[in-house]
């Protein structure tokens, strides 16, 4: 079985900063691309940034220049640095992962979910 387990949510004020964390762990080959979606209510989930395997990395327009995505590929954890926080960026956080498993014949990518974290920005 694999998790996808996320931490470092939590309210913070306008112009504040938090660094989202999120280990996988259990039992596979590798991991491929690793991501940070966001929803907020009322809205559909949406694409935050994703970093492949060797460190490419891409964002959505509204985080450019305020968010960073890094990887540790020996944690098996992806990190979202966010900077400059406002209030829209108000949502759960989810993390997203392309695990690569062994299946009957071969080896396969499954896509796996963490369970969410909360952030909040507001004075």
């Known amino acids: 079985q694999v998790q996808l387990v996320e931490s470092g949510g939590g309210l913070v004020q306008p112009g504040g900063s938090l660094r989202l964390s999120c280990e996988a762990s259990?039992?596979?080959?590798?991991?491929?691309?690793m991501g940070w979606y966001r929803q907020s209510p009322g809205k559909e989930r949406e694409l935050v940034a994703v970093?492949?395997?060797?460190?490419?990395?891409n964002y959505a327009d509204s985080v450019k220049g305020r968010f960073t995505i890094s990887r540790a590929n020996a944690k098996n954890t992806v990190y979202l640095l966010m900077n400059s926080l406002k209030p829209e960026d108000t949502a759960i956080y989810y993390c997203?992962?392309?695990?690569?498993?062994?299946?009957?014949?071969?080896?396969?990518?499954?896509?796996?979910w963490g369970q969410g974290t909360q952030v909040t920005v507001s004075s």
């Open positions: 997203n992962a392309g695990i690569l498993r062994w299946s009957t014949l071969a080896a396969k990518e499954y896509d796996y």
């Open positions: 970093i492949t395997r060797g460190g490419y990395a």
């Open positions: 259990g039992t596979f080959i590798s991991i491929n691309a």
